[in-house]
């Protein structure tokens, strides 16, 4: 069962230097919200070197027919997510449907969409057009 509390992110351009994200979010449980369902107001800007590249394992397997196979895997590193706001590599631009912010002043929601950015960038290889979260 959901909480009612989502967020949305679509890509909107990447270079080799900068990538921004569109956003939106939207709580359910707050009078009002259904004007915030389509309005994506919020921006998410990553610099290109804060994606982490995962680890990549490769191992060769003996398959019962007798035959190897190249079995590759896809290991993901931690990263400093904390450091990546202190150095500006991380930067939002909150949304009008933020209902909760960190001490900061940064939505939550815009948190837990760039977490699942990162996450995605390792485990598929690139960027993820995409982002949905919910709650």
């Known amino acids: 069962m959901s909480l009612g509390y989502c967020g ?7 270079d080799d230097t900068l990538v921004i ?5 939207y709580n359910i449980n707050i009078k009002g919200w259904e004007r915030f369902k389509d309005l994506e107001d919020g921006e998410l800007y ?5 994606f982490v590249e995962p680890e990549i394992h490769e191992k ?3 398959m019962p027919s007798g035959r190897k196979k ?7 590193r931690d990263f400093p997510f904390g450091e990546y706001f202190a150095q500006g590599k991380i930067k939002v631009k909150n949304a009008s449907g933020t209902w909760k912010t960190n001490p900061s002043g940064i ?26 979260r919910c709650n």
């Open 107 to 132: 939505d939550v929601m815009a948190l837990y969409i760039l977490l699942e950015i990162l996450n995605s960038y390792q485990e598929i290889g690139r960027l993820p057009e995409k982002i949905i």
């Open 46 to 50: 990553i610099e290109r070197d804060a």
């Open 60 to 62: 060769l397997k003996r």
């Open 8 to 14: 949305y992110a679509n890509l909107q351009e990447a």
């Open 21 to 25: 994200y569109s956003y939106r979010c």
């Open 70 to 76: 190249l079995i590759v895997k896809r290991v993901k």
